[in-house]
């Protein structure tokens, strides 16, 4: 019987992202830890109101192995209890100081659609805006430019800030919310280029649950491939996410394996950044995929030498 050659699988590729001079790619894939300055996040055992809890989930998170440090004031679903700018900034720029000092090379990002927050970060060394609704404040990617930080851009459906989507709808297959999605990220990549952001500090972020049902999150993200065709790093943030907890009717603490899954998948189809409440796991599953990848080699190489 005569059988094919086997090939290489022909893998999606996106370019490196590089930021306060560390750069990310295929071989060297990004945690992104997150860290909520709230008392109301959907996870709860990722509340960090008060500053020491937060510095210790810091500490933790680096220890675990975390490059990138993601720190947010406002939980991002309406359930959650009003937080005015200053407000805001009275949670995240007192940790964002502290994670400076003690980590001087560690990557710093913050999650707000606030331009106002994002300018006081940035006197701190803010690395990264993590623009989570999709330039709701068409001033915050300018911000970013001036602070010579980089800035992820995501996909809402349209929706406003703190708003959980209802009667989602968008155009019939074939395309459909993919199609949206990329348009989108597209757009808010030209813009942020436009705006002086270098495209190797640009991040897309499909942005799964947000302004999407569990099976507009499902399609998204087995179609992590066609995102790597626009040409800029992809962030996944994935973790615990209700499209996990709906496909397995699981709450928040019970969504591990199925963030973890997820992020194997993802990171099989060419995103290289994770937002992750679990850095440890995450690590060691993105590393794993990039070495079944053949993007690194093994740590090890001793059996049957």
Same mark, same amino acid.
């Given at each position: 019987?005569?059988?094919?050659?086997?090939?290489?699988?022909?893998?999606?590729?996106?370019?490196?992202?590089?930021?306060?001079?560390?750069?990310?790619?295929?071989?060297?894939?990004?945690?992104?830890?997150?860290?909520?300055?709230?008392?109301?996040?959907?996870?709860?055992?990722?509340?960090?109101?008060?500053?020491?809890?937060?510095?210790?989930?810091?500490?933790?998170?680096?220890?675990?192995?975390?490059?990138?440090?993601?720190?947010?004031?406002?939980?991002?679903?309406?359930?959650?209890?009003?937080?005015?700018?200053?407000?805001?900034?009275?949670?995240?720029?007192?940790?964002?100081? =502290?994670?400076?000092?003690?980590?001087?090379?560690?990557?710093?990002?913050?999650?707000? #659609?606030?331009?106002? +927050?994002?300018?006081?970060?940035?006197?701190?060394?803010?690395?990264?805006?993590?623009?989570? #609704?999709?330039?709701?404040?068409?001033?915050?990617?300018?911000?970013?430019?001036?602070?010579?930080?980089?800035?992820?851009?995501?996909? =809402?459906?349209?929706?406003?800030?703190?708003?959980?989507?209802?009667?989602?709808?968008?155009?019939?297959?074939?395309?459909?919310?993919? +199609?949206?999605?990329?348009? =989108?990220?597209?757009?808010?990549?030209? &813009?942020?280029?436009?705006?002086?952001?270098?495209?190797? &500090?640009?991040?897309?972020?499909?942005?799964?649950?947000?302004?999407?049902? =569990?099976?507009?999150?499902?399609?998204?993200?087995?179609?992590?491939?066609?995102?790597?065709?626009?040409?800029?790093?992809?962030?996944?943030?994935?973790?615990?996410?209700?499209?996990?907890?709906?496909?397995?009717?699981?709450?928040?603490?019970?969504?591990?394996?199925?963030?973890?899954?997820?992020?194997?998948?993802?990171? #099989?189809?060419?995103?290289?950044?994770?937002?992750?409440?679990?850095?440890?796991?995450?690590?060691?599953?993105?590393?794993?995929?990039?070495?079944?990848?053949?993007?690194?080699?093994?740590?090890?190489?001793?059996?049957?030498?």
């Amino acid at each position: 019987m005569d059988l094919p050659a086997p090939h290489e699988p022909d893998l999606p590729r996106t370019p490196p992202l590089r930021l306060r001079g560390t750069t990310f790619d295929a071989s060297r894939p990004a945690v992104m830890a997150i860290i909520n300055r709230t008392s109301d996040s959907f996870f709860a055992d990722n509340r960090h109101a008060d500053l020491g809890s937060a510095q210790a989930a810091l500490e933790a998170a680096v220890a675990a192995g975390a490059d990138i440090i993601d720190v947010g004031g406002v939980r991002a679903g309406q359930e959650g209890e009003a937080v005015s700018a200053q407000q805001e900034m009275d949670r995240v720029l007192p940790f964002l100081e =502290t994670a400076r000092s003690q980590f001087p090379g560690l990557v710093l990002s913050l999650d707000t #659609w606030r331009s106002e +927050v994002a300018l006081e970060a940035g006197r701190v060394g803010l690395d990264l805006v993590n623009d989570t #609704w999709a330039g709701h404040d068409p001033e915050l990617v300018g911000v970013a430019a001036s602070i010579g930080a980089g800035v992820v851009c995501s996909h =809402t459906g349209g929706l406003p800030p703190r708003t959980d989507p209802v009667g989602v709808r968008y155009p019939p297959e074939p395309g459909g919310v993919v +199609v949206d999605v990329m348009r =989108t990220l597209a757009e808010g990549a030209r &813009r942020a280029e436009q705006a002086g952001i270098p495209a190797e &500090r640009i991040l897309v972020d499909p942005t799964l649950d947000f302004g999407k049902t =569990t099976a507009h999150s499902l399609r998204v993200l087995r179609h992590t491939g066609d995102l790597a065709r626009l040409g800029y790093p992809i962030l996944q943030a994935l973790s615990r996410k209700d499209f996990v907890g709906e496909s397995l009717d699981l709450p928040p603490e019970e969504r591990l394996e199925g963030t973890l899954a997820a992020t194997a998948i993802a990171a #099989w189809l060419g995103a290289t950044v994770f937002r992750a409440h679990d850095v440890r796991a995450t690590r060691r599953v993105v590393d794993m995929v990039a070495v079944i990848r053949g993007d690194r080699p093994p740590r090890l190489a001793l059996r049957g030498s």
